[in-house]
C-alpha cells in the first residue's frame, strides 16, 4: 500500500510540476517569439475599427467578453460558445478558493450554484459537439483533434462534478494541504530526493488533476492558443489611423 | 548481365517525371461553361458540393521575359520546387504576424463556413473561408510545427508536399477575392485574404505564376500602369476626353489637365477611367467637380495609374515599387494635396498604406487628409454648397449602392470608422433623390465582394466570377423588385467591370452600372457661380 502511495504521489507531482512548466514555458515562447516578435509589415484593421486606442480597446473587450464578432454570425454557436466560455471562467475563479487563503468572499459567493454552473458548461459543450457532427459544414472542416479538446474538457467538469458527490468525495482537508504542499518552493526540491507532496487517497481527484495537466501540456501545442492569440490579431488590435498617424513597418527599423 | 541490371524506367514512370510535367497535367487550363442562377432575391446557403468548382483554373503566366522581369522562375514549376516553397512559406511567417499567428489561432467553429460569396455561389467545400485556410494550415502543421515534425502528417492533420496539393493551391487560392467578408464574422478577425496572398506568394516562388494578375503588375512597373498604356497614348486618351467633354456640356474652358507643375492637386485613379465603359463616365464627373470648385488640379502620366496589384501577394517590393509612382509624380509637381478616384484596392493601398511607404506627407497641405478620397473632397463641396446641384438630371434612377469591399472594409474616411459607408452614400444622396440601400447583410461592413476583385477578373475565371457575383445580383434583385431600383452605384474600377458583364449575365439591362461621379457629373449645372 505505502508502495503505490510512494508511486502516485511522485507520479503526480511531478506531472503537476511538468504541466506546469510546460504550459508557462510554451505559452510565453508562443506570445513572445512568435507573436510579439514578429512584425506586422502594415495596418490591415478591420471595419467597425475605431479611430483611437481607447476604442480599440473597447472593441477588444466587447470580443473577448461579449464575443461580438461571433455574435453576428450563428446565434446558436455565439449562444453555446459564450456559455461554454464563461461558465468555464466562473469555475477557474472558484477553484481559487484552492490557492487563496482565506478565501476571497467573491469565490464562497457561488457555493450555492456550482453545481448549476457545472452542468450549464457541460450541457454548453454538449451542444458545441453535437454541433460539430450534425452541422454539414461544420462537420466537413472539423478534425480530431477539436472534439479530442472538447472531450478532454468534458472529462474534466464531469469528475469534477462527480467530486463533489459522495462515493467520489475525498477529504477536503486532504486536498487544501496537498495544494499548498505543492505550491511551497521547497517542495520541488524534496521531489528530487524523494519525498513527493501527499496526494489524497482519491482516485477520482487524481483522475481530475491528471486531466488537467494534460489539458495544460496540450495547450500551448494546439488551437487552444486562441485564448492568447487574439489579442495579437492585427485586424482587431490595431487603430484605423494610417492616414492621420504614419505606421511605421517594423521591417524598416532596422 | 551489367545492362539487365540497368534500371527500369518504364516501371518507375510515374515516379520520374518532372514535377512541371505532373502540375501542368494538373492544372491545365480549360474553358468552362457557366450558368448563372435564376434569381430569387434571396441568398440560400447551398448544401455542400464537392469539387463544385475544382475544374476552374486561372491560366499561367509563361513569357519568360515577364517572368524574369518579376523574378519568379522562368520554366514552369521548378525541379526543386518543395524546398524552394519551405523556404519561402518560412521567410513570410517570420515577416507576417498576420499570417503566422492566423495559421495558429483558428479553432474550427465554422462561424465564417457560410460567409464566402464564391461557396454561397458554388457550395464547393474548400470555398469555405475556413477550409481554404486549412489548405495551408495542413502544411504549417506537418512542417512548422514540433508534433508536426516529430511526429508526421497523420498525428497532426498535416499533409505532406505533393503536386497534386499544389494544384489545389493553385485552384482554390484562386478562388478567393481577398475581399475580407469571412474576417468580419470571425470571433478572432482571422483575414483569409492574408493567408491567399501568402500562398500565391508561395506559389510564385516555386513557379507557378498567374497571368492575369501578374502581366498587370508587370506592366505597372515597367510601362506604368495596368494597360500598358504608352505616355502618348495616356495623352491621347485624355485629350479625346476633354474634347468630348467641351463638346457635351459646351463649356470652352473645361480641361483634363496633365502633368501640369503647381497644380493644387494631384489626381489619380485607375487606367480604366480613361476609356472603359462606364468608368469614363466617372471621369466626366470628376473632371466637372474640379471645374466648378474651381480648384487647380492635374493627372500625371507618370502615375498613370492608381490601382496597384501589388497589393494581392504578400510581395512587399512589387507594391512598393507601383506606389512609389505617385508620391514621386506628387514632389515633382508640387501638388499640394493627392485625391483618388473611384478604385476599390486601390484606395486601400494608398490610404492605409502610402503613409507606412514613403510618408510623412509633410510637403503636402496638412490641413486636408493626405491622401483623400474623391469621394471626401465632392461631399464636402455639396456641403459647402460649393457645386450647383440639379437633381432632377437623375430622377429616372433609383439609386442603390454596392460597398466595394476593399473600401467598406478597409479604413475609415472622413476621420471616422464608417464613413467609408456615409460619406459615399452622402454624395449619392447629395445629387439624387430617390436612393434604397440593399438588405442589411449585404451591405456596409458585411458588403459581398462583386466576385472578381484581387486578381480574378480575367476572362479565364468566368465561371468564377459569375458564381461569386450571385449573391450581390440576389441583393440587386431584391431591392429591384420591391423598391424598383434601377441603378447600381459603385466606387470601384474592378466592381465596374465585373458588373456591367454580370448584370446583362444575369438578365439585368448592362446600363444600369455606374460609377457615383458618373451622377455627380449629370447633376452638376456648369457655369458661373450664383451670386459670382
Ligand atoms: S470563424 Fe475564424 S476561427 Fe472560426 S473557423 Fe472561421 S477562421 Fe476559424
Ligand atoms: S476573403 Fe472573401 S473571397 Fe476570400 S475566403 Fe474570405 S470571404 Fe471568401
Ligand atoms: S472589385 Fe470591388 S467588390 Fe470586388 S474585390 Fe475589388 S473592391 Fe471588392
Given at each position: 500500500m505505502g508502495g503505490i502511495k510512494f508511486i502516485i504521489d511522485m507520479g503526480l507531482s511531478s506531472l503537476v510540476y511538468a504541466a506546469i512548466f510546460i504550459f508557462a514555458a510554451g505559452i510565453f515562447y508562443k506570445v513572445y517569439f512568435?507573436?510579439?516578435?514578429?512584425?506586422?509589415?502594415l495596418k490591415i484593421p478591420q471595419?467597425?475599427?475605431?479611430?483611437?486606442s481607447f476604442g480599440v480597446f473597447l472593441r477588444m473587450a466587447g470580443d473577448v467578453l461579449f464575443f461580438r464578432s461571433l455574435a453576428k454570425g450563428t446565434k446558436l454557436l455565439f449562444v453555446a460558445g459564450w456559455l461554454f466560455h464563461f461558465t468555464f471562467l466562473l469555475l477557474l475563479i472558484r477553484h481559487l478558493r484552492y490557492f487563496i487563503?482565506?478565501?476571497p468572499g467573491i469565490v464562497t459567493m457561488f457555493n450555492k450554484v456550482s453545481l448549476l454552473i457545472g452542468i450549464v458548461m457541460l450541457l454548453s459543450m454538449i451542444v458545441l459537439v453535437v454541433r460539430r457532427f450534425l452541422e454539414e459544414r461544420v462537420r466537413y472542416v472539423t478534425l480530431l483533434a477539436d472534439y479530442f479538446v472538447l472531450f478532454l474538457i468534458m472529462a474534466i467538469v464531469v469528475t469534477g462534478i462527480m467530486l463533489r458527490?459522495?462515493?467520489?468525495?475525498?477529504d477536503v482537508t486532504a486536498v487544501k494541504a496537498f495544494i499548498m504542499e505543492l505550491m511551497s518552493p521547497t517542495t520541488p526540491l524534496k521531489l528530487l530526493t524523494m519525498e513527493p507532496a501527499h496526494a489524497p487517497t482519491c482516485f477520482m481527484f487524481v483522475t481530475h488533476l491528471g486531466l488537467v495537466c494534460l489539458l495544460l501540456i496540450y495547450f500551448p501545442f494546439s488551437k487552444l492558443v486562441h485564448s492568447v492569440g487574439y489579442f495579437f490579431s492585427p485586424t482587431r488590435n490595431m487603430v484605423n489611423n494610417p492616414r492621420s498617424v504614419r505606421y511605421i513597418n517594423p521591417w524598416d527599423k532596422g | 548481365m551489367a545492362e539487365e541490371k540497368a534500371p527500369d524506367t518504364k516501371h518507375h514512370s510515374g515516379a520520374d517525371r518532372e514535377p512541371n510535367e505532373i502540375i501542368q497535367e494538373y492544372i491545365k487550363f480549360e474553358k468552362i461553361k457557366y450558368y448563372p442562377v435564376e434569381l430569387t432575391g434571396d441568398i440560400e446557403v447551398p448544401k455542400l458540393t464537392p469539387?463544385?468548382?475544382?475544374?476552374v483554373k486561372p491560366q499561367l503566366l509563361t513569357s519568360k521575359e515577364v517572368l524574369a522581369r518579376l523574378g519568379y522562375?522562368?520554366?514552369?514549376?521548378?525541379?526543386?520546387?518543395k524546398e524552394v516553397f519551405l523556404a519561402k512559406m518560412d521567410e513570410i511567417l517570420k515577416k507576417y504576424r498576420s499570417v503566422k499567428l492566423f495559421l495558429d489561432i483558428c479553432?474550427?467553429?465554422?462561424?465564417?463556413?457560410?460567409?464566402c460569396h464564391y461557396y454561397l455561389g458554388t457550395?464547393?467545400?474548400?470555398?469555405m473561408p475556413v477550409a481554404r485556410q486549412e489548405l495551408m494550415r495542413r502544411v504549417y502543421r506537418r512542417y512548422f510545427t514540433v508534433q508536426g515534425r516529430l511526429f508526421g502528417s497523420k498525428f497532426v492533420n498535416g499533409e505532406e508536399l505533393s503536386e497534386e496539393l499544389l494544384a489545389m493551391w493553385y485552384t482554390y487560392f484562386y478562388q478567393?477575392?481577398?475581399?475580407?467578408?469571412c474576417s468580419v464574422f470571425c470571433p478572432y478577425g482571422i483575414d483569409t485574404a492574408e493567408i491567399t496572398m501568402a500562398a500565391r506568394e508561395i506559389l510564385n516562388s516555386v513557379g507557378l505564376v498567374q497571368k492575369y494578375l501578374h502581366e498587370i503588375i508587370d506592366k505597372a512597373q515597367v510601362i506604368g500602369n495596368n494597360l500598358g498604356m504608352q505616355q502618348n497614348a495616356i495623352v491621347n486618351a485624355l485629350e479625346f476626353v476633354q474634347d468630348e467633354l467641351i463638346e457635351t456640356?459646351?463649356?470652352?474652358?473645361i480641361r483634363i489637365p496633365i502633368?501640369?507643375?503647381?497644380?493644387?492637386v494631384l489626381f489619380v485613379t485607375p487606367?480604366?477611367?480613361?476609356?472603359?465603359s462606364p468608368h469614363i463616365e466617372s471621369l466626366y464627373g470628376y473632371a466637372k467637380v474640379f471645374h466648378q470648385a474651381g480648384i487647380s488640379w492635374t493627372m500625371s502620366t507618370h502615375a498613370?495609374?492608381?490601382?496597384?496589384?501589388?497589393?494581392?501577394?504578400?510581395?512587399y517590393e512589387h507594391m512598393k515599387k507601383i506606389n512609389k509612382r505617385i508620391w514621386d509624380a506628387a514632389r515633382e509637381l508640387k501638388v499640394k494635396r493627392v485625391i483618388g478616384g473611384e478604385c476599390g484596392h486601390m484606395w486601400r493601398v494608398l490610404s492605409s498604406y502610402s503613409n507606412t511607404m514613403?510618408?510623412?506627407?509633410?510637403?503636402?497641405?496638412?490641413?486636408?487628409?493626405?491622401?483623400?478620397h474623391i469621394c471626401e473632397f465632392t461631399l464636402d463641396l455639396i456641403k459647402r454648397g460649393a457645386l450647383k446641384i440639379d437633381k432632377s438630371a437623375n430622377e429616372e434612377f433609383t439609386v442603390t449602392m454596392h460597398d466595394s469591399c476593399q473600401v467598406a472594409r478597409g479604413l475609415e474616411m472622413g476621420g471616422t470608422e464608417f464613413g467609408q459607408f456615409e460619406i459615399p452614400r452622402g454624395v449619392i444622396k447629395g445629387v439624387c433623390d430617390k436612393f434604397v440601400d440593399m438588405p442589411e447583410h449585404t451591405i456596409r461592413e458585411r458588403t459581398f465582394c462583386c466576385g472578381a476583385g484581387q486578381g480574378l477578373l480575367?476572362?479565364?475565371?468566368l465561371a468564377t466570377r459569375v458564381k461569386g457575383a450571385m449573391p450581390r445580383m440576389q441583393a440587386y434583385h431584391y431591392v429591384k423588385k420591391n423598391?424598383?431600383?434601377?441603378f447600381l452605384a459603385l466606387i470601384c474600377a474592378i466592381c465596374k467591370a465585373q458588373m456591367s458583364k454580370m448584370l446583362p449575365t444575369y438578365g439585368?439591362?448592362?446600363?444600369?452600372v455606374g460609377g457615383i461621379h458618373q451622377l455627380v457629373g449629370r447633376a452638376i449645372v456648369l457655369g458661373a457661380k450664383e451670386g459670382i
Open positions: 512568435e507573436y510579439y516578435k514578429t512584425p506586422q509589415p471595419t467597425p475599427q475605431p479611430t483611437d487563503y482565506p478565501v458527490h459522495e462515493p467520489f468525495r475525498p | 469539387d463544385a468548382l475544382v475544374m522562375p522562368e520554366n514552369g514549376l521548378r525541379p526543386d520546387w479553432v474550427r467553429c465554422g462561424a465564417c463556413t457560410d460567409k457550395g464547393d467545400p474548400l470555398n478567393c477575392s481577398e475581399c475580407r467578408r456640356t459646351g463649356v470652352e474652358d502633368d501640369e507643375e503647381g497644380a493644387d487606367s480604366a477611367d480613361f476609356f472603359a498613370s495609374e492608381g490601382g496597384n496589384f501589388g497589393l494581392f501577394i504578400h510581395n514613403f510618408g510623412p506627407f509633410d510637403y503636402l497641405d496638412p490641413k486636408y487628409p493626405r491622401p483623400q480575367g476572362d479565364d475565371m423598391n424598383g431600383v434601377n439585368f439591362p448592362m446600363e444600369e
